[in-house]
């Protein structure tokens, strides 16, 4: 599987701002839906926000819609979530992840480290 590289988190206030990102090496999801993931502590993995391969179409939880945004630099390969107005239940383990065409769903069974967002009150 190739491994998809996500940036190093962090700890913030609630109420702050935190952006992470996700690296694919070469091209190999350019053409694909990409989309991230969080993990609460002592909770299920959970949809956060995914897409498409170029940028026309993004789709958001109800929980953090309106607070993250999601992006991509095709040229960089490399997709962005940037988080705004953190709220203590934003804290988990972010994980990006390829998605089906137009789904929440991952198309691989495979997940990276992820990586670590802590939000403090």
């Known amino acids: 599987q190739v491994q998809l590289v996500e940036s190093a988190g962090g700890l913030v206030q609630a109420g702050g701002s935190l952006r992470v990102s996700c690296a694919a090496p070469g091209r190999t999801y350019s053409s694909s839906d990409m989309g991230w993931y969080r993990q609460p502590p002592g909770k299920e993995r959970e949809f956060v926000a995914s897409?498409?391969?170029?940028?026309?179409?993004?789709d958001y939880a109800d929980s953090v819609k309106g607070r993250f945004t999601i992006s991509r630099d095709v040229n960089k390969n490399t997709v962005y979530l940037q988080m705004n107005a953190l709220k203590t239940e934003d804290t988990a383990i972010y994980y990006c992840?390829?998605?089906?065409?137009?789904?929440?769903?991952?198309?691989?069974?495979?997940w990276g480290q992820g990586t670590q967002v802590t939000v403090s009150s």
């Open positions: 897409i498409s391969w170029n940028g026309g179409r993004t």
């Open positions: 992840n390829v998605l089906k065409t137009g789904m929440r769903e991952p198309k691989r069974d495979y």
